[in-house]
């Protein structure tokens, strides 16, 4: 059980596009989802939290109307890069918390090339 | 405030001989601490939790980690190092004020030689 999925795994796009990332968990609704971003070797950094129904909560430095994140569902949060850039090229992970525990996905590979 | 703090960015050991990754954390609060893993490129993977019942703490692939809150720790260890165990891990520590946050560590890179 919790399981969380994101699609797509990995995803090259042109400098100036946008790309969506989706995060969906399986077997259970949850009403808090979270995503991080992972420079290399480094640890999670938090962007921001997801709450179904409302805005995103963004932490702090990181550009809301770059990283636009859309909870539409108890099951599905998106995470789109708009205008992206090489410097957007990361590791992305979302997590689902359903309760005080949270269930990660297995990230997605941005390259902007 | 919340943080957590691994000791050692890099860790290495022999395969068979024991694994000891060391954490700190500092809390106002009783916490929640998770130690995850994760391999090269891939996601991380929930190795065990400590959520205020036994302060010995077993998780998978043969890993555990004691609560100390004297000490403020919750390292990790493994009596007897693998070859698959090589990857990195991190300890984290969720805020218990309702926001279901994770802080992690800045993480321990294990190596394990032949």
């Known amino acids: 059980g919790a399981v969380v999925s994101q699609h797509p795994s990995r995803v090259i796009c042109k400098s100036g596009t946008s790309v969506k990332i989706e995060c969906r968990s399986l077997d259970f609704q949850a009403t808090t989802m979270f995503w991080y971003r992972q420079f290399p070797k480094k640890s999670l950094m938090l962007m921001a939290t997801s709450n179904e129904g409302s805005k995103a909560t963004y932490e702090q430095g990181v550009e809301k109307d770059k990283f636009l994140i859309n909870h539409a569902s108890l099951t599905l949060s998106t995470l789109t890069v708009t205008s992206a850039h090489p410097e957007d090229s990361s590791f992305y992970i979302c997590?689902?918390?359903?309760?005080?525990?949270?269930?990660f996905g297995p990230g997605t590979r941005l390259t902007v090339t | 405030a919340q943080s957590v703090t691994q000791l050692d960015s890099h860790v290495s050991v022999s395969e068979g001989t024991p694994v000891l990754l060391r954490c700190n954390y500092s809390s106002s609060y009783s916490p929640s601490l998770f130690w995850y893993v994760q391999h090269p490129n891939k996601g991380l993977q929930l190795l065990l939790k400590?959520?205020?019942?036994?302060?010995l703490v077993k998780g998978i692939n043969g890993f555990e980690a004691e609560f100390k809150k004297s000490e403020t720790s919750f390292h990790l260890t493994k009596p007897s190092a693998h070859m698959s165990d090589a990857a990195e891990y991190f300890c984290v520590v969720s805020d218990p004020a309702g926001t279901y946050k994770y802080i992690f560590g800045t993480g321990t890179r294990l190596k394990v030689l032949a």
């Open positions: 400590y959520t205020s019942a036994a302060t």
């Open positions: 997590s689902a918390a359903p309760g005080g525990e949270q269930y």
